[in-house]
T-cell receptor, first 111, second 111 residues
Framework: DSGVTQTPKHLITATGQRVTLRCSPRSGDLSVYWYQQSLDQGLQFLIQYYNGEERAKGNILERFSAQQFPDLHSELNLSSLELGDSALYFC??????????FGPGTRLTVT | DQQVKQNSPSLSVQEGRISILNCDYTNSMFDYFLWYKKYPAEGPTFLIS???IKDKNEDGRFTVFLNKSAKHLSLHIVPSQPGDSAVYFC??????????WGAGTKLIIKP
């Protein structure tokens, strides 16, 4: 158990809809990262927040947005969903240095 | 531009033998390197790391070697066990603490 929690575990929705994925980092970690893993692909970095502020952006679509709240939990919002958005979405957190600890992921299926 | 490359998509090793996973990088500013292990439908798990001031770090059956002049690192697993079958990701970070990920190598341990 990494200490990072993600909800929901599974999500099935239709094209054009909007969903919100939630992540709670390990206790004391200030950084939260979001990643996307499509079928048998590598990890695609989406975005990083540090103590409530956006720190880095990766390959995140304009239809996607995220935020980190004062209690350090984070939400990833995916809108106007397309079939290609079906993937595993991972959240990770880190403390002082680079070691990121990953949550179990949310499996999103867009039908 | 792939700054971190894992050129072998898969590797098959006999149980009990040594597994060697390789990773090359191009950015000389990377100063910290990490290996992660990932089972299907689970989040990656941190395995071992190495700072650029070292050339070797060992943790039980896992040893990471860093050759800075060749911009190459490797992960050795001795002896290989069936539970080691997973995808292994190499990652590197610079002073901005952003992780750049390789595409992963699928390790298969044969009984």
């Amino acid at each position: 158990d990494s200490g990072v929690t993600q909800t929901p575990k599974h999500l099935i929705t239709a094209t054009g809809q909007r969903v919100t994925l939630r992540c709670s980092p390990r206790s004391g970690d200030l950084s939260v990262y979001w990643y996307q893993q499509s079928l048998d692909q590598g990890l695609q970095f989406l975005i990083q927040y540090y103590n409530g502020e956006e720190r880095a952006k990766g390959n995140i679509l304009e239809r996607f947005s995220a935020q980190q709240f004062p209690d350090l939990h984070s939400e990833l919002n995916l809108s106007s969903l397309e079939l290609g958005d079906s993937a595993l979405y991972f959240c990770a957190s880190s403390g002082v240095r680079d070691e990121q600890y990953f949550g179990p992921g949310t499996r999103l299926t867009v039908t | 531009d792939q700054q971190v490359k894992q050129n072998s998509p898969s590797l098959s090793v006999q149980e009990g033998r040594i597994s060697i996973l390789n990773c090359d990088y191009t950015n000389s500013m990377f100063d910290y390197f990490l290996w992660y292990k990932k089972y299907p439908a689970e989040g990656p798990t941190f395995l071992i790391s190495i700072s650029s001031i070292k050339d070797k770090n060992e943790d039980g059956r896992f040893t990471v070697f860093l050759n800075k002049s060749a911009k190459h690192l490797s992960l050795h697993i001795v002896p290989s066990q069936p539970g080691d079958s997973a995808v292994y990701f190499c990652a590197a970070s610079d002073s901005n603490y952003q992780l750049i990920w390789g595409a992963g190598t699928k390790l298969i341990i044969k009984p």
